[in-house]
T-cell receptor
Framework: SAVISQKPSRDICQRGTSLTIQCQVD?????MFWYRQQPGQSLTLIAT?????????ESGFVIDKFPISRPNLTFSTLTVSNMSPEDSSIYLC??????????????FGEGSWLTVV | RKEVEQDPGPFNVPEGATVAFNCTYS??????FFWYRQDCRKEPKLLMS???SGNEDGRFTAQLNRASQYISLLIRDSKLSDSATYLC??????????FGSGTRLLVRP
């Protein structure tokens, strides 16, 4: 499986500011995703990061709030804009591996723990 | 109704016990199924895929019942290190993964 590195691993942010999370993969991957996991909740897909084009956002998530870049097949960024305490969450970068032939297996980075104060 | 439902637990069992988790899904067109394990304040990690014929990996056995739309995970001879949250994951017909909210397992000495 791919090795996925995220940074920052954690941060405490002021309300109203923005933070960009970086995700680096050690191999070229077609599909990269960004998930959010709020405290005590399960994972929710924010968007699919598309290389060379705009990200595909899920219902409830918009580009103005969560702009995403995907300049190449090994790197992506997620920005959490104009943060409020409700954005306190773990944000997870993930990639898809279809090599196993068992469907859409997803591997995750270690996550970025954001606390907004 | 949630797309993927799990009993949140916690399941509190002694070391050596056998424990089983169930998960139900609402979309009959779902194609692939997985169990992920998530330790406290860590990212989810793939535990095993779930095949129609059922599959076993050491102490872990996964079963799929398409007719009743549920998936199960059986852990035999529980270890302290098995304490974690177990996430049921279903791939929907548009190839998107839907995560359950997880079942928490606590294995005590």
């Amino acid at each position: 499986s791919a090795v996925i590195s995220q940074k920052p691993s954690r941060d405490i942010c002021q309300r109203g500011t923005s933070l960009t999370i970086q995700c680096q993969v050690d191999s070229q991957v077609t599909m990269m995703f960004w998930y959010r996991q709020q405290p005590g909740q399960s994972l929710t897909l924010i968007a699919t990061a598309n290389q060379g084009s705009e990200a595909t956002y899920e219902s409830g998530f918009v580009i103005d709030k969560f702009p995403i870049s995907r300049p190449n097949l090994t790197f992506s960024t997620l920005t959490v804009s104009n943060m409020s305490p409700e954005d306190s969450s773990i944000y997870l970068c993930s990639v898809e591996d279809r090599a196993g032939g068992s469907g859409n297996t997803i591997y995750f980075g270690e996550g970025s723990w954001l606390t907004v104060v | 109704r949630k797309e993927v439902e799990q009993d949140p637990g916690p399941f509190n069992v002694p070391e050596g016990a056998t424990v089983a988790f169930n998960c139900t899904y609402s979309n009959s067109a779902s194609q692939s199924f997985f169990w992920y394990r998530q330790d406290c304040r860590k990212e989810p990690k793939l535990l095993m895929s779930v095949y129609s014929s059922g599959n076993e990996d050491g102490r872990f056995t996964a079963q799929l019942n398409r007719a009743s739309q549920y998936i199960s995970l059986l852990i035999r001879d529980s270890k302290l290190s098995d304490s974690a949250t177990y996430l049921c994951v279903v791939e929907d017909s548009s190839y998107k993964l839907i995560f359950g909210s997880g079942t928490r397992l606590l294995v005590r000495p």
